[in-house]
């Protein structure tokens, strides 16, 4: 079993949509989660750290369920300009050592 | 504010070339730094990492090597690129020693690598 693993898409919706992402881990003692998002041919960005209780940025939502060891992405009202990989990000037994998810694809279409 | 810069951004090089890759951080002390490679389409594979000055940890064999001169340069060499070092590299860095991170690494803009 992967580290983390990701469904790769591609995610095809239309603007305004809402769209969600999960990503499962395979080790529960993981503490700290992200998503980021990498757009073509750039380097990979944070999105947002993902808090146990929850957390909420704008149109973005990021919730963990440490029981089922999974990390959910909600978009809602997607943009054209969200289209990108989303990458699921947890770190290791080892610290600072982070492990990337192979991303999930995001397309919005007009 | 702490910035991280990689050159060059594109590199086109033949077969049994070498290669020199460098990443350096400003704007903060002791980072951990890292290589990654993304082939395209793929994800990414985490090449070297380094806690300190001269410490570096391999993930995966290949001739690629690593150096850490200085605390906040992170340096990618091979002595003869294959044709399957092609790849878009990444230069990252976190903060050393707190637990869980505050955040996730800060990528540098990536150098895109085209071995012919």
């Known amino acids: 079993r992967k580290e983390v693993e990701q469904d790769p898409g591609p995610f095809n919706v239309p603007e305004g949509a809402t769209v969600a992402f999960n990503c499962t881990y395979s080790?529960?003692?993981?503490?700290?989660f992200f998503w980021h998002r990498q757009d073509c041919r750039k380097e990979p960005k944070l999105l947002m750290s993902v808090y146990s209780s929850g957390n909420e940025d704008g149109r973005f939502t990021a919730q963990l369920n440490r029981a089922s060891q999974y990390i959910s992405l909600l978009i809602r009202d997607s943009k054209l300009s969200d289209s990108a990989t989303y990458l699921c990000v947890v770190n290791n037994n080892a610290g600072n050592m982070l492990t990337f998810g192979g991303g999930t694809r995001l397309m919005v279409k007009p | 504010s702490q910035t991280i810069h990689q050159w060059p951004a594109t590199l086109v090089q033949p077969v049994g070339s070498p290669l020199s890759l460098e990443c350096t951080v400003e704007g903060t002390s002791n980072p951990n730094l890292y290589w990654y490679r993304q082939a395209a389409g793929r994800g990414l594979q985490l090449l070297f990492y380094s806690v300190g000055i001269g410490q570096i940890s391999s993930e995966v064999p290949q001739n690629l090597s690593a150096s850490r001169p200085q605390d906040r340069q992170f340096i990618l060499s091979s002595k003869k690129l294959l044709l399957s070092d092609s790849g878009f590299y990444l230069c990252a860095w976190s903060v050393m020693g707190v637990r869980p991170l505050p955040y996730g690494y800060t990528f540098g803009s990536g150098t895109r690598l085209t071995v012919v």
């Open positions: 080790n529960s003692a993981s503490q700290s």
